[in-house]
T-cell receptor, first 109, second 116 residues
Framework: AQRVTQPEKLLSVFKGAPVELKCNYSYSGSPELFWYVQYSRQRLQLLLRHISRESIKGFTADLNKGETSFHLKKPFAQEEDSAMYYCALREGGSEKLVFGKGMKLTVNP | DTGVSQDPRHKITKRGQNVTFRCDPISEHNRLYWYRQTLGQGPEFLTYFQNEAQLEKSRLLSDRFSAERPKGSFSTLEIQRTEQGDSAMYLC??????????????FGPGTRLTVT
């Protein structure tokens, strides 16, 4: 069975500080990894996916198969980054997403 | 708003009653998903439709739960004989088929169910 672990529930930083939101997964095959974000009073939306290898809103995430991790990073956090962040995994042959429990990021002025 | 819509947004019901939720996906999205999210947890997959066919179901979807997508457009999720443990946010998402690469699931605002 696959599992997605986000070890920290809360992270509070000051504006301009670097942030790293950790995500580890357990899956024997080749997964697809995603980061979803939910801003206050908004719906859940895709932030980025590992297959695209792109930077969105200054965030990047690299899939490390050796460490089975997909940590989300941003060098300089902004107040508008405050939100709930969910790491998710999709295994080959399935359509479902398996989500971690989420992490609340607060960026203080 | 051309995004995924869900109705109702909130539902309060008494234990033992039946409830039905509706989801309207983004037009021309042939894939539709239902998830459930309880407090402090991420969304948990319930079921998935491709067009009108229900192709995947989670063990979480007990026999009290039934989902349909009769014409391959909107979907309904019914919970019979509700229990307090059914209290949660029920999320719907849709996506379109992509031949290569990954795809994006677009989520609706959710229906918050409270069972008293």
């Amino acid at each position: 069975a696959q599992r997605v672990t986000q070890p920290e529930k809360l992270l509070s930083v000051f504006k301009g500080a670097p942030v790293e939101l950790k995500c580890n997964y357990s899956y024997s095959g080749s997964p697809e990894l995603f980061w979803y974000v939910q801003y206050s009073r908004q719906r859940l939306q895709l932030l980025l996916r590992h297959i695209s290898r792109e930077s969105i809103k200054g965030f990047t995430a690299d899939l490390n198969k050796g460490e089975t991790s997909f940590h989300l990073k941003k060098p300089f956090a902004q107040e508008e980054d405050s939100a709930m962040y969910y790491c998710a995994l999709r295994e080959g042959g399935s359509e479902k997403l398996v989500f971690g429990k989420g992490m609340k990021l607060t960026v203080n002025p | 708003d051309t995004g995924v819509s869900q109705d109702p947004r909130h539902k309060i019901t008494k234990r033992g009653q039946n409830v039905t939720f509706r989801c309207d996906p983004i037009s021309e999205h042939n894939r539709l998903y239902w998830y459930r999210q309880t407090l402090g947890q991420g969304p948990e997959f319930l079921t998935y439709f491709q067009n009108e066919a229900q192709l995947e179901k989670s063990r979480l979807l007990s026999d009290r739960f039934s989902a349909e997508r009769p014409k391959g457009s909107f979907s309904t999720l019914e919970i019979q004989r509700t229990e307090q443990g059914d209290s949660a946010m029920y999320l719907c998402a849709s996506s379109s088929h992509r031949e290569f690469g990954s795809y994006e699931q677009y989520f609706g605002p959710g229906t918050r169910l409270t069972v008293t």
